[in-house]
């Protein structure tokens, strides 16, 4: 029987996704389900369970040797839990052994979803080629990962590089995760459209008030739009600029659907990060939008599956990871 391809979990606040990937990270088939994140958690797992359903009906299921997660943060690799801030149902849920009874036991690798997608930007996409790299989903909330001395860099519990949970604002509102002012409770979607709404923007006669719709306004030339993600790309940079100061990343790369705004966002963070970023090391930091899109949460989930696999490696590009917990 071959065992060439891999299922990967891409597990978000706002929507659960799988797919089969192959060792040259191309999708055969996918399955999607909306994430019930303020269900229970069982209501949340049945949902997963659902995706995995469908990947499983397919003959090729018999070619699967392995499966990978990306999950929403922050989780814990070591002991196979995961505790997203946007799904309070779960806490310490153990989604690796669930998993892997759905899976019927094969080996299930779980990383944050900022390192999937780290992991997938550099075996694909924009990081390509950068011995040290940080990259951005900024979506539902802001994870991030990290590629260090050419390979990529979960730490102990597959959560380096969660830059959405760094503080950049010591007076500002009160995260989610517990703490105040950080950078996601500045910088994702919800927050954008949140900040908006509260200084007077409107949505048109669609009613849609999703940071894409702030986006849409911003690009017409709405001021309070504007200004959102103008706030929105300051927090980012100045996460960004720390890190680069800390462990002297090349390039930043930022995905997730808040990148797909495009230069509403972006020509305000290089020009945020110009006055963050300002020693003569951090300078030269290049910021690039993610090329591997909304499927990156999947190719970097399936990259955790390939690599961890007994001497397992990923065709088509670099290795991009060191050591998965």
């Given at each position: ?242 890190t680069a100061t800390l462990v002297e990343i090349e390039i930043a790369v930022i995905g997730g659907g808040v990148a797909g705004a495009g230069e509403v966002l972006f020509t305000p963070l290089r020009r945020s990060l110009r006055e963050y970023a300002t020693l003569s090391f951090v300078r030269r930091l290049t910021v690039a939008p993610a090329l591997t899109g909304t499927d990156a949460g999947l190719v970097g989930a399936a990259a955790a599956a390939l690599l961890g696999r007994p001497g397992g490696t990923v065709a088509s590009g670099p290795p991009v ?5």
């Amino acid at each position: 029987m071959h065992t060439d391809l891999v299922a990967a979990l891409d597990i978000g606040g706002t929507k659960i996704a799988g797919a089969l990937v192959d060792g040259g990270g191309r999708i055969r088939l996918r399955a999607q389900r909306p994430t019930p994140a303020h269900e229970g958690a069982e209501t949340v797992m049945a949902a997963v369970g659902a995706v995995v359903a469908e990947l499983s009906a397919t003959p090729l299921w018999g070619r699967i040797s392995a499966v990978g997660i990306g999950s929403a943060g922050p989780v814990d690799a070591s002991a196979g839990t995961v505790s997203p801030v946007n799904v309070p149902g779960w806490r310490d849920f153990p989604l690796v052994s669930r998993v892997g009874r759905l899976c019927g036991g094969l080996p299930v690798r779980l990383v944050g979803d900022g390192v999937a997608m780290t992991a997938a930007e550099h075996w694909q996409g924009a990081a390509r080629g950068y011995g040290n790299a940080l990259c951005l989903v900024v979506s539902t909330g802001v994870g991030g990962g990290l590629v260090l001395g050419g390979r990529l860099h979960p730490g102990p519990t597959g959560n380096a590089g969660h830059l959405g949970h760094i503080s950049v604002d010591l007076d500002g509102d009160p995260c989610p995760c517990g703490a105040r002012g950080c950078v996601e409770r500045i910088a994702s979607g919800p927050n954008i459209a949140r900040r908006a709404l509260e200084g007077g923007w409107r949505p048109g006669p669609d009613g849609d008030t999703s940071a894409a719709a702030v986006a849409e306004a911003a690009v017409a030339g709405d001021p309070v739009a504007l200004a959102s993600f103008e706030r929105a790309a300051q927090a980012l940079a100045a996460g960004i600029a720390a890190t680069a100061t800390l462990v002297e990343i090349e390039i930043a790369v930022i995905g997730g659907g808040v990148a797909g705004a495009g230069e509403v966002l972006f020509t305000p963070l290089r020009r945020s990060l110009r006055e963050y970023a300002t020693l003569s090391f951090v300078r030269r930091l290049t910021v690039a939008p993610a090329l591997t899109g909304t499927d990156a949460g999947l190719v970097g989930a399936a990259a955790a599956a390939l690599l961890g696999r007994p001497g397992g490696t990923v065709a088509s590009g670099p290795p991009v990871v060191g050591s998965l917990p």
